[in-house]
């Protein structure tokens, strides 16, 4: 049972670099299974009753604003030395997955930062990129959806513009299911997150070129 479980994660770390390298783009459902993603909803909810969450802003260091139409979610960074037992599995995946893809996509990836992530209904992320021109040493963009009995109709979408050789974009949108992941190159791709008419939960986060505490925010 055992080794077919990771046999199944296995195929998911090879679909995740084999688009990532043909698309600059991945999706992989069922890559949290629902009690991991009842497991990280319980983390998120202890992290809200602790009141951590914080307004996201825009920007780094001097240049940090925040900007409630332009970006409308609450974050809470995770620590990885104080990280509860469900995120620290979460974490340890993700490790996984940074050395998988090194060894496939040689990107030479040494870290990761997340956080959770939470969008009230009604808030949107409008339309940017991921690398920081102060900062660029993101590389790959990840989310992974924590969104138990989501609908279309609740919205939330994750709106990929791919760039097309001739000029123009390919806008591919991407519904914030539980335990899928999407991940997509943090240097090339703009995104937005549109609106949903229900609170929107998610692990978020970047793979580095450079270790974590160099570029922590």
Not at 80 to 89: G, R
Request: proline fraction near 5%; charge should be negative; glycine fraction near 6%.
């Amino acid at each position: 049972m055992i080794e077919e479980l990771e046999e199944k994660m296995l195929q998911k770390f090879e679909q995740i670099a084999d688009r990532l390298s043909d698309k600059g783009y991945a999706i992989v459902d069922n890559f949290l299974e629902p009690q991991e993603v009842r497991n990280l909803l319980n983390v998120l909810t202890h992290h809200q009753e602790q009141g951590t969450f914080k307004k996201a802003g825009i920007g780094t260091a001097d240049q940090f604003t925040v900007d409630r139409e332009v970006r409308g979610d609450y974050i809470r960074w995770i620590e990885p030395s104080e990280a509860l037992p469900p995120t620290q599995v979460f974490l340890d995946r993700m490790d996984e997955v940074m050395r998988y893809i090194n060894r496939t996509c040689f990107l030479g990836l040494k870290d990761y930062e997340f956080h959770f992530t939470m969008y009230p209904p009604g808030t949107v992320y409008q339309r940017h990129i991921d690398q920081f021109k102060e900062n660029d040493h993101r590389r790959l963009s990840f989310i992974c959806y924590l969104n138990e009995d989501w609908l279309p109709e609740h919205g939330g979408n994750l709106r990929l513009y791919l760039p097309q050789e001739d000029g123009s974009e390919e806008e591919v949108d991407i519904h914030p299911i539980a335990g899928r992941l999407a991940c997509f190159r943090a240097d090339m791709i703009p995104h937005e997150v549109l609106v949903a008419s229900r609170h929107r939960y998610s692990l978020t986060g970047w793979m580095l070129d450079q270790l974590n505490e160099l570029t922590f925010l």
